[in-house]
């Protein structure tokens, strides 16, 4: 059974960078046919996808986010991490972590759906 | 303004049925596979349904989903109160090269 677990400062300064870790038990990063992604939800609000990695270190970005959004991978510590700079109280969210399994060529992913999650963690943007 | 829609809510009687409708266009439902998330209060979103129609193991046959062209739909039989969560439809968009969320909808088992 796959298990995620974020980790990572509940607290962040605004201007400031936001960074988490993920880190997968149950199984390996480097499995082929899946993507390991982050998710967002502000309070109250909706899902918001915010991108994807591969283990090979390849990555899809929300447009909306990518001018500010880092994704990495660690295989040898099965751990994938977001930075996301400049922040804002408007990325005060619920961040989770996600296995994404979908097909990738090119700009799109195919059969693309999130079938492992963590319990997510509350980051608030805050002075 | 979510790319994908869906009402914001649907309310029925314990033991009825309800669907959930999602919204999309060419670039994503139209041409790629819809899945399902089910959030109960307070907890991480879930698989419900994967490829339009599918059930991950545990996940009851009293969900189904389907997809026709542009929409895709929920479906929830013999609803039972712990039914009640937020569910969002999610899939790829071609032209933005990025997962997408429905805005979510809140079922109310009355």
């Known amino acids: 059974q796959v298990q995620l677990q974020e980790s990572g400062p509940g607290l962040v300064k605004p201007s400031e960078t936001l960074s988490l870790t993920c880190t997968v038990s149950?199984?390996?990063?480097?499995?082929?046919?899946?993507?390991w992604g982050w998710i967002r939800q502000p309070p109250g609000k909706g899902l918001e996808w915010i991108g994807n990695i591969y283990y090979s270190g390849s990555t899809y970005y929300n447009p909306s986010l990518k001018s500010r959004v880092t994704i990495s991978v660690d295989t040898s510590k099965n751990q994938f991490s977001l930075k996301l700079s400049s922040v804002t109280a408007a990325d005060t969210a619920v961040y989770y972590c996600a296995r994404f399994s979908a097909y990738c060529s090119g700009g799109s992913c195919y059969s693309p759906d999130f079938d492992y999650w963590g319990q997510g963690t509350l980051v608030t943007v805050s002075s | 303004q979510s790319v994908l829609t869906q009402p914001p809510s649907v309310s029925a009687a314990p033991g009825q049925k309800v669907t959930i409708s999602c919204s999309g266009g060419?670039?994503?439902?139209?041409?790629?596979?819809v899945s399902w998330y089910q959030q109960l209060p307070g907890t991480a979103p879930k698989l419900l349904i994967y490829?339009?129609?599918l059930r991950p193991s545990g996940i009851p046959d009293r969900f189904s989903g389907s997809r026709s062209g542009s929409s895709a739909t929920l479906g929830i039989t013999g609803l039972q109160t712990g039914d009640e969560a937020d569910y969002y439809c999610g899939t790829w968009d071609s032209i933005l090269s990025a997962g997408v969320f429905g805005g979510g909808t809140k079922l109310t088992v009355l």
């Open positions: 060419s670039s994503n439902i139209a041409n790629n596979d």
């Open positions: 149950g199984g390996s990063i480097s499995s082929s046919n899946y993507y």
């Open positions: 490829d339009n129609n």
